[in-house]
């Protein structure tokens, strides 16, 4: 199995390549959950703000 | 279609709404193959560098973060300045759904840097470094609008204030590019984004898959983040109610 690990050794290499890679797919896996989840919040929140339609946003009334 | 009726079209949320819902699926699909191909080409098939061995390989995964991470800075600007100039709230809503991600993006490229800097300049990081300094700077300018927005209890007023500074922070575009060019930095010239790349076509080809594949992933995610602002944004339309009620719970 020399040449597998060899090609994993990257020349010497291989801890900064693989701990690039890592690092990335870690990060990117979060922020795409991140955001999936963002969404899905929104939806759950929309739907107990429930209710019919109101207009977007009622002008504030200040009590005098 | 006449500009205007393109500008009303783009600029209704319902409409925004759908269209993400119909393409994120097909953008995520794409994104995975893409990078997969890229990943092959660039962790196997591609030779090493003459001069940096493996340690150049960080390039597929760095160079598109980067890039990704300036042409997204552009694009919230953009977005920003379209909802600042005509009002147009799915503007806003676009610029905040680019904000954190465009800042993960370009951590990123600040990390692998660092890490493939470690071999080839013999230290991670390099304080003063106009490169570094430069896209470090690009990444607070994410954070930084992101923060303006949330420092403002009225959402329309954090939108048009945290706008200002997104377009101004544009200028930090070029720069971080040319930079190079500019300073004595430790980063390398440009070997791609010149009118005649210097880089060999067995190294470049993975490189393009990756950044086609890491900029439709960008967009997934974008495309997510932007349903999330219009639902709450919009949550007391007729619109979305209805919608609701339609899904299963």
Not at chain 1, 2 to 16: C, P, R, V
Not at chain 1, 24 to 31: G, I, K, P, Q, R
């Amino acid at each position: 199995m020399a040449t597998i690990s060899e090609y994993f050794a990257m020349g010497g290499h291989g801890s900064y390549v693989w701990s690039a890679y890592g690092i990335t797919l870690l990060v990117l896996l979060l922020s795409g959950w991140a955001a999936s989840q963002r969404h899905r919040r929104a939806l759950r929140e929309a739907r107990r703000a429930g209710g019919p339609a109101q207009p977007a946003r009622q002008p504030k009334v200040t009590e005098l | 279609m006449s500009l205007k009726s393109w500008f009303h079209r783009f600029g209704s949320a319902p409409f925004v709404y759908r269209l993400c819902a119909a393409l994120s699926p097909w953008f995520a699909g794409l994104a995975g193959i893409l990078i997969v191909i890229g990943l092959v080409g660039g962790l196997g098939l591609a030779p090493e560098d003459y001069l940096q061995g493996d340690s150049f390989r960080i390039m597929y995964i760095h160079f598109p973060a980067a890039a990704i991470g300036m042409g997204g800075y552009v694009a919230m600007a953009f977005a920003a300045a379209v909802g600042f100039i005509w009002h147009l709230k799915i503007g806003h809503a676009a610029a905040a759904a680019i904000a954190p991600l465009g800042a993960v993006f370009m951590t990123l490229a600040l990390i692998t840097g660092a890490i493939w800097g470690r071999p080839t300049w013999g230290t991670y990081w390099e304080w003063g470094d106009a490169r570094l300094m430069s896209s470090l700077l690009l990444v607070f300018l994410y954070l930084g609008y992101m923060a303006l927005r949330a420092a403002y209890e009225e959402r329309d007023k954090g939108d048009r204030v945290a706008a200002i500074l997104a377009v101004v922070g544009v200028v930090n575009v070029p720069i971080i590019h040319y930079s190079v060019n500019w300073w004595n930095t430790l980063h390398q010239g440009s070997t791609v984004t010149r009118m005649d790349p210097t880089i060999t076509g067995d190294m470049l080809w993975p490189l393009l898959f990756t950044l086609f594949g890491l900029g439709l992933l960008f967009a997934w995610m974008l495309m997510n983040r932007l349903r999330g602002e219009i639902v709450e944004r919009e949550r007391h339309t007729r619109w979305l109610q209805e919608y609701l009620t339609g899904l299963p719970q």
